[in-house]
């Protein structure tokens, strides 16, 4: 029996004046040929795997050939942990994801090509080959990857007002993951971060709109000019939608705002990421007046596929289907629900044989309609064609080279020098080479603090956690021969020789929840004291604060004489103590608004309150 698509096919592939000589059988039943790359052992080349069909065609001829199961298959997405490369080609695995700091041991780049290519042998050992995608959160870099270059966090590109830069920063990055044969990014966040107490704050590029749809110049990079091309990789919009207006910045919160308010605020980054062709929109965990974004069929269905006209795939957040009815359990109601919402894969990290058995129950029973089931597959095969992993399934190694080189290196310099925000300057800055300067601060020679989350693990932490140039190095480097730098974690043992002191202080690294502030943002007591030790000596501080946003610091500004927000630079430290120097001069612009107090949270704006530094404030030398 043909169906719908068989028609469909043939009656394409007769309008392309190409020979439908082929059978086109009942699903996984293909010609004999001779085997190739992406062919299937003993098949000839049929229309879904020659590149010289047009992407529909191939789509339609692969659905047509295609199992309830193997459309199934193809909208889970298991966590690496959780499945083996046998199980992706016996249930037909349409993707598998590291979750944050997931990593192959080694964690080297060769490693993750080698665990890369596993997968995807496995995937392929189904009777269509049809590969899988990998994906992951490489939010600032392929930060999963020890020896990746670490880029300045999406707070402090928003700071750049450089949308080329981001752009290349993008570049750069699918650079570095496709190395490892990773082709799925899970980046960027486009999220418009409104209360400064929210966790990922630091991953949003601003409070305002303007700012993350500027920033997804960061698609262009990451997918190239066009899809499939070399280094390219999928990038996703997310979180949508919303995420950043929770109430009390509490992540995973509730948005209570008007539809006039979402439209205005946090819809238009994602209208400006799929007029740039995103591949993939990864749905919020957050609710909307008190329905979860994973069940928000207007939005998802009539507001992103429909108004906007979004063509990619959507994709759930981690275990985010599970968490619909507010308990951590997978339910057959809200697998239903979800993909009647129009979600297209899930990415359900564990229970995903629950939930293929679940999805496949409520498709028999007539909950989840075969044309939704279609629609999701035709939207995830589209972007694997459009990718040419059926042409290129495997990891392209001739790119190792690349991941931490010294162009991407130089990149981010330039990028951690651009983001810098001088807030306050009595004259110490720049810092005079051939004098004594003094350096302190638990953020100041730790790599692992100056880099955030999301760095080789997913929460981040500080120490050496990989290769890179922590900010006092920088400052060594800079300060050159002439000059004596000293340093104590503590700022014990300074004394009035010394020209200038530099803490560089704020917060340790976090991700998601686990940095919600609550209880307000004030510096802890370790820094303060760091602080006050190097003010009671009489030599002249800059404060560099190295942080994921604004903090309460208006009580002790008075007292120090100058400050730079540095945000949370990644591996390049160097970048820092460029600005430090003047080498490069400050010329960063808050991407959100400096509150005088924790209590005045949200602040954002045009909202009337006073802040201590307005939003696009920042000062530079000499004027
Ligand atoms: C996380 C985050 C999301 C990330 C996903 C996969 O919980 O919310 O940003 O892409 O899971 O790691």
Not at 102 to 108: D, E, L
Not at 220 to 234: A, F, N, R
Request: aromatic share 6%.
């Amino acid at each position: 029996m043909h169906s719908l698509f068989a028609k469909a096919a043939r009656f394409r592939l007769l309008a392309l004046g190409l020979p439908a000589l082929l059978v086109l059988g009942p699903p996984a039943v293909l010609a004999l040929g001779t085997g190739g790359a992406g062919t299937p052992a003993g098949a000839s080349a049929v229309p879904y795997l020659d590149p010289a069909v047009p992407v529909a065609a191939r789509v339609d001829d692969l659905l047509s050939r295609m199992s309830l199961d193997d459309k199934l298959g193809q909208m889970t997405q298991a966590e690496r942990r959780y499945v083996t490369p046998a199980e992706a080609g016996k249930y037909r695995i349409g993707s598998i994801l590291s979750a944050g700091g997931s990593a192959p041991k080694p964690n080297t780049p060769e490693g993750w090509a080698d665990m890369y290519d596993a997968f995807q042998k496995g995937a392929l050992s189904a009777p269509l080959r049809i590969p899988m995608m990998y994906g992951v959160d490489a939010v600032h870099g392929d930060n999963n990857v020890v020896g990746a270059t670490i880029f300045p966090h999406n707070i402090g590109l928003g700071a750049t007002r450089d949308p080329a830069l981001v752009r290349d920063i993008g570049a750069a990055t699918a650079e570095e993951m496709t190395a490892t044969g990773v082709d799925w990014d899970f980046a960027p966040c486009v999220c418009v971060a409104r209360d400064d107490r929210w966790g990922r704050t630091y991953e949003s590029f601003g409070e305002v709109p303007e700012l993350p749809s500027a920033m997804t110049t960061l698609i262009d990079g990451l997918q190239g000019g066009k899809l499939g091309g070399p280094s390219s990789v999928l990038a996703t919009a997310k979180h949508f939608v919303g995420d950043g207006g929770t109430e009390d910045g509490r992540d995973r919160g509730d948005t209570e705002i008007s539809e006039k308010d979402l439209r205005a605020v946090h819809l238009p980054p994602f209208q400006e990421a799929v007029r740039r062709g995103v591949g993939s929109v990864m749905v919020s965990y957050s609710s909307w007046n008190g329905v979860k974004m994973h069940a928000n069929r207007y939005l998802i269905t009539d507001v992103l596929k429909g108004e906007l006209g979004f063509t990619g795939f959507v994709v759930s957040d981690y275990e985010g289907v599970g968490r619909i009815d507010g308990k951590p359990d997978l339910t057959k109601e809200e697998v239903a629900k979800a993909i009647n919402t129009g979600i297209d894969m899930v990415m359900v990290p564990e229970k995903w044989k629950e939930f293929i058995a679940d999805l496949r129950a409520e498709v028999k029973d007539g909950t989840v309609p075969m044309a939704r089931i279609d629609d999701a597959n035709r939207r995830i095969l589209t972007k694997k064609v459009q990718l040419g992993l059926f042409e290129r399934p495997l990891a392209d190694r001739s790119g190792l080279r690349t991941v931490g080189n010294a162009a991407h290196r130089a990149l981010a310099r330039r990028a951690v020098a651009e983001s810098q925000v001088l807030l306050k300057n009595e004259g110490v800055l720049p810092l005079r080479r051939g004098g004594k300067i003094f350096v302190a601060g638990r953020s100041a020679d730790d790599i692992g603090m100056q880099s955030g989350g999301w760095t080789v693990t997913w929460q981040g932490s500080p120490g050496k956690t990989t290769p890179g140039t922590t900010i006092l190095e920088g400052i060594r480097q800079a300060a050159g021969e002439t000059s004596k730098v000293a340093y104590d974690r503590d700022g014990k043992g300074i004394d009035k020789s010394y020209g200038a002191a530099v803490a560089v202080v704020g917060e340790k690294p976090y991700a998601e929840y686990h940095g919600d502030r609550p209880d307000g943002l004030a510096l802890d007591d370790e820094d303060l004291k760091t602080i006050d030790r190097l003010r009671a000596s009489g030599v002249p501080v800059a404060v560099v604060l190295v942080s994921g946003r604004p903090l309460d610091i208006a009580s002790q500004l008075g007292g120090w004489n100058a400050l730079v927000a540095s945000w949370l630079p990644g591996t390049e430290g160097e970048g820092v103590a460029d600005v430090l120097f003047g080498d490069a001069r400050p010329a960063g612009r808050l991407p959100v608004t400096w509150p005088r107090d924790g209590d005045q949270e949200p602040i954002n704006a045009g909202d009337g309150k006073k802040p201590l530094f307005p939003f696009g404030y920042g000062l530079t030398y000499g004027g």
